[in-house]
């Protein structure tokens, strides 16, 4: 039995394929790659709290807790080998939480932290270079994955673009026409786009075709809206 089949006693899991590759899409919006040993989030958007602060507008810090929470508790189950950020990990410029967020991440273990550069991620060299991550300025290719942070305009036979950077959410109406917009995976074509994995994050409805794939997540589960296999 295998990591994944492990796992989806325990939890809800929901699988997707790409060219053989298990894609394990977390109702904690992030994406697991079993073969891969790896774990992939976009858009966590740490520091934004600090960044309004310094604007004037009172936002408590503790609106970033759950997000580290959810984090902690996806590197304690999965113990990955590597762990990539697709972009806007930190909101915008340098402030103390930059600082708390290496630190945090320092103590999750073993794991190799990557960041493919966003375009909220404006830090000086310096601060990159002092910190736990390998810092990616272009597109980064990992087996049949292409990671990003903005989709690719040309994505190569038999590869998967996974980028962030959009924050989706699609809309679900019920039988008395009321509505909830959730945040989801959408995979057209090559391209699969991560939700947001930042609590303190907008989202923007997706407008998936016929042929596109679109999960949504609740706080326990992934919903197949168009397409794919649930498991748990």
């Not at 026409?177 to 907008?202: D, H, I, M, Y």
């Amino acid at each position: 039995m295998s990591e994944v089949e492990n796992l989806t006693q325990k939890r809800s899991i929901f699988i997707s394929e790409f060219e053989g590759i298990s894609l394990g899409l977390l109702p904690e919006r992030a994406l697991w790659i079993e073969s891969l040993n790896s774990l992939l989030i976009a858009d966590l958007h740490f520091g934004k709290a600090a960044h309004f602060r310094k604007s004037g507008i009172p936002i408590p810090e503790p609106v970033h807790d759950f997000d580290l929470i959810r984090l902690q508790k996806l590197h304690e189950e999965f113990r990955p080998a590597h762990t990539y950020f697709l972009g806007d990990l930190f909101h915008s410029d340098w402030n103390e939480q930059w600082t708390y967020l290496n630190q945090f991440l320092a103590g999750l273990g073993d794991t190799h932290f990557h960041l493919v550069l966003g375009n909220h991620d404006v830090l000086s060299a310096e601060a990159y270079q002092q910190s736990v991550l390998r810092i990616h300025k272009e597109p980064f290719e990992v087996g049949p994955l292409v990671m990003s942070h903005e989709p690719l305009k040309t994505v190569k036979e038999g590869q998967l673009n996974v980028f962030g950077h959009i924050h989706p959410g699609v809309r679900l109406v019920g039988k008395a026409r009321q509505s909830v917009l959730l945040p989801c995976f959408f995979q057209s074509k090559n391209q699969l786009l991560l939700p947001a994995f930042g609590n303190f994050t907008g989202l923007a409805p997706v407008r998936p075709e016929k042929q596109d794939k679109v999960w949504a997540i609740t706080n326990e589960k992934i919903i197949a809206v168009l397409s794919g296999t649930s498991i748990g």
